[in-house]
């Protein structure tokens, strides 16, 4: 299970989403829509590769 995170990172983590996965450029948030069509994206591998790292540089930014 994944510690919590705070308001501040979540927010970051959103817009790492939004520049890199397609479907995710309108979300407002990570919650459920109750929506397939919303709830499940189809993004490119290399579009999971680029948000991984951009969250893994922020992480590791905030550590320092």
């Known amino acids: 299970m994944m510690d919590e995170i705070s ?7 959103l817009e790492i989403a939004r ?7 309108t ?4 919650e459920p829509q109750n929506s397939d ?17 951009a969250a893994y540089l922020l992480g590791k930014a905030s550590a320092k």
């Open 7 to 13: 308001t501040k990172e979540k927010e970051a983590l």
């Open 19 to 25: 520049k890199t996965l397609v479907g995710m450029e």
């Open 27 to 30: 979300r407002e948030d990570f």
């Open 37 to 53: 069509s919303l709830d499940f994206i189809e993004t490119s591998v290399w579009g999971i590769e680029k948000a991984l790292t």
